[in-house]
């Protein structure tokens, strides 16, 4: 049975986490003489440690209470926390499956963590025959869970991911950097029923912020404490919230640009259908289409020449360039170019 007690590191239990200027007075004043902040600029002041506006907005949205939810510097300031508060360095280990989002390796590693990369079936589902064992190590403390997955662009099954939360103690994070853009439901409506899952999502993708680096986790209040315990006081700033602010307030933009990319992203199928050197596409969820090529690094390199920039995950999955759903004009630049080719 999982007890959040008992994954927890003893020294974060123990922590008491630093409490800044804007922690110990929560009011309104005319003058602030306690944070050491230069009077002069408009930018002088601390950012909201908090993120109370930022969390009021999003619990409107997603339905969900402020207490629940977790802003960070990026989703990648999740995953790291999620090594820090659950894992201890050199003898914990976490899991994930491959190929996924590189950053869980390179944020265990930091962390000291050895990473567990349990190989996907050949239609990129889990394969929970070889997953069992590791269900039952009591050094497995996460389990991280990339759907829609990158770079292949699918969702996993729901009975794999339900069977992993009824049967894992430790924490099931669900990376959700994609998921506006899925016909699939999030997992934010299942918190009330699995006590072990951490959803992390992005304002990267389809809310368009990638420059603002700023993510969010939910999970139930006791988690988000242990988050907001171990975090750097002020780890979003004042720009990059007010940035937020202003998207989530303009739903109606949102759903405009998404759906655009959803159209976008259909043509663009339709198109790499009808290429000779085009061998096959994986169906996508994402803001991306993983396409198999005859030659993935002869094609990158011709592309580069045009500067027309894609990924080449040939080392993940072979001859397999993943390419993003640009602007119409950027996608019409891209098909005309494989066309040459």
Do not use: H
């Amino acid at each position: 049975m999982f007890n959040l007690e008992k994954i927890t590191r003893t020294n974060i239990k123990a922590l008491k986490g630093y409490s800044s200027a804007r922690d110990e007075f929560k009011g309104v004043a005319e003058v602030y003489l306690d944070a050491n902040e230069n009077p002069f600029g408009t930018l002088n002041r601390y950012p909201d440690p908090k993120q109370i506006k930022v969390k009021k907005r999003l619990s409107e949205l997603k339905n969900i209470e402020s207490e629940q939810i977790f802003i960070g510097n990026g989703s990648d300031e999740v995953i790291d926390l999620a090594f820090r508060i659950f894992c201890e360095p050199g003898k914990d280990k976490a899991l994930t499956f491959s190929p996924t989002y590189g950053m869980y390796d390179v944020s265990a590693a930091i962390n000291n963590i050895e990473l567990i990369k349990q190989p996907l079936l050949a239609d990129f589902q889990i394969n929970l025959n070889q997953l069992q064992p590791y269900l039952e190590m009591d050094e497995v403390k996460l389990i991280f869970i990339c759907s829609p997955n990158n770079p292949t662009g699918n969702c996993f099954n729901d009975d794999s991911i339900t069977y992993i939360l009824e049967n894992f103690n430790g924490m099931v994070i669900i990376d959700e950097a994609y998921i506006d853009f899925s016909s699939r439901a999030s997992y934010i409506t299942k918190l009330e029923k699995y006590p072990n899952l951490i959803i992390s999502q992005t304002f990267s993708k389809a809310w368009g912020l990638a420059g603002v680096r700023v993510g969010a986790a939910y999970a139930n209040s006791e988690i988000i404490n242990l988050y907001n315990k171990v975090k750097p006081p002020y780890n979003v700033s004042t720009l990059n919230q007010n940035a937020v602010l202003q998207s989530l307030n303009n739903i109606a933009q949102f759903e405009i640009n998404k759906n655009i990319i959803i159209n976008e992203k259909e043509k663009l199928v339709k198109e790499f259908s009808a290429l000779k050197i085009v061998t096959k596409i994986y169906p996508s969820e994402a803001n991306f289409i993983l396409v198999e090529v005859t030659n993935a690094n002869t094609i990158y390199s011709n592309l580069v020449e045009q500067k027309i920039i894609t990924r080449n995950r040939n080392t993940l999955v072979a001859n397999c360039l993943r390419i993003t759903v640009g602007s119409t004009e950027e996608n019409t630049k891209l098909i005309n170019a494989l066309k040459q080719l």
